[in-house]
């Protein structure tokens, strides 16, 4: 598990594309460009630590990727990539600007408020689930971790976000933390 949180994956590998072992891949980066100077790059595994590999090419193709890794040079070599991860380490990430963050780095952030009397920790949250509507916070309850809150991540209601400190400052309207009571 630890050595899963050292990366971070970038494109996850569908299928062979052609017949000389290239792979076609979605791309799970919000930066693309990346592929364009990616030369060692590390294959997750089934079972056991990633391991590395040498990508000799990278084109972007049908709103995807085509990536050519160094040894796979068949169509059978590239089919036992298929669905393989293809990944970065977590330092290698694109820095991003004073303010903005990965929505992987919201997972542990406490997320609290300030609830008249003073400060409250509502909860922890556990995961970032993405949808058309919006990016939903799911938060552990403080009180009682079983509970799950969710909470919209809008600037609206998460007025202040500090992943260095891991936390989240909210101003829910009301009743929005009763609803999944």
Known sequence: MKEAKRYLA????????????????EI???????????????????????????????????????LKFSGVDSIS?????RGRHVLIPRQERVKLPEGSYYLWELAGCRVIRNAGAGLEVVGTVTEVERTAGGDILHVAGERDAKRELLIPLAETICTRIDTRKKEIWIEPPEDLLELNS
């Open 77 to 81: 070599a590239a089919e036992r990539l």
């Open 28 to 66: 799970l980066t919000d930066f693309p460009q990346r592929f364009e100077k990616l030369k060692r790059v590390w294959l997750d595994t089934p079972a056991g630590p990633p391991e590395s590999a040498e990508l000799e090419n990278a084109w972007p193709h049908q709103g995807g990727i085509i």
């Open 10 to 25: 970038v494109a996850r590998i569908r299928r062979p594309q052609g017949r000389r072992g290239e792979v076609a891949a």
